[in-house]
């Protein structure tokens, strides 16, 4: 580990708590992270203007994988966006609403578009969009978006997507699930792998000095990317299959337990 340049976590259900609280004092550790020469990066599903709440925007040493790997920032500078066509998630509004009971989002780069019919799920969807725009009519937005986002609040996002959002959308997007109330498109071939490749090329590293961090399906590609690929302890079986190490759960603070081993290697900066 004396070699870990870059450490990037998932949010929900790996860094968060499951009430979507950081671990105590955490904003030291990804401080004491700098110091030492190591990129933090948070990585999610949630938009880059959500993880800019949670990490207000720092100096050196703090990276973000917004939507999935949708858009990229380091350092104040966005690095990486890729936009979905209007026709396209409009298309696949059309979808969700003929087909399913699910609540379409439109992942905007400034705000998440909701219908104002479906403001009974605002709180739960701020949670994970701190800027959300309730617009009458979903169909009639045009707007620069790098995901799309149906979310299900039975559950049932994994059954869902494997009998229609991947035989409908697999072949020409990137199609994965997000735990099982989210289901989430982006272009073809952006995850967050791709995101963390878009980082690791910028900053001239290989996977033997990166670390991340997951729990679920969309966590999988960005393990795949570094030597220090850890599931969580409450992650899924194809995420603990999928990863080299596993430390704690969330709740148990298992990221920073990793995190304080690689601190102590580099003298306990």
């Not at 937005?141 to 609040?153: E, H, L, N, S």
């Not at 229609?164 to 289901?183: M, Q």
């Not at 399906?217 to 969580?232: F, G, K, P, Q, T």
């Amino acid at each position: 580990m004396e070699d870990i340049r870059l450490i990037a976590s998932d949010m929900d259900h790996t860094l968060l708590t499951e009430t979507s609280e950081l671990p105590p004092d955490f904003h030291s550790y990804v401080d004491r992270l700098n110091q030492a020469g190591i990129v933090f990066v948070a990585a999610s599903g949630r938009p880059l203007f959500t993880l800019q709440t949670m990490f207000p925007a720092g100096g050196p040493g703090l990276g973000y994988i917004g939507d999935n790997g949708g858009t990229v920032s380091y350092d104040g500078e966005v690095l990486f966006e890729s936009l979905l066509s209007t026709a396209d998630y409009q298309a696949m509004i059309a979808l969700t609403h003929q087909q399913t009971a699910g609540v379409p989002i439109i992942c905007g780069i400034e705000t998440a578009y909701v219908a104002s019919a479906l403001r009974m799920h605002e709180e739960f969807l701020r949670t994970f969009y701190s800027e959300i725009t309730f617009v009458d009519d979903l169909t009639v937005i045009d707007a620069d978006a790098d995901k799309f986002t149906v979310y299900f609040p039975g559950g049932g996002a994994i059954e869902i997507c494997d009998d229609l959002y991947r035989p409908a959308y697999d072949r020409d997007f990137s199609v994965t699930i997000g735990g099982v109330v989210w289901v989430d498109i982006m272009n073809p071939g952006v995850t967050k792998g791709s995101g963390l490749r878009v980082l690791a090329d910028r900053l001239g590293l290989d996977p033997a000095q990166m670390m991340a961090f997951g729990d679920t399906y969309n966590d999988i590609e960005m393990l795949d990317e570094v030597y220090y690929s850890y599931a969580v302890s409450n992650a899924e079986q194809a995420v603990r299959d999928r990863a080299r190490f596993v430390t704690g759960s969330n709740d148990e603070y298992g990221v920073v337990s990793v995190i304080r081993e690689v601190l102590s290697q580099r003298g306990g900066c």
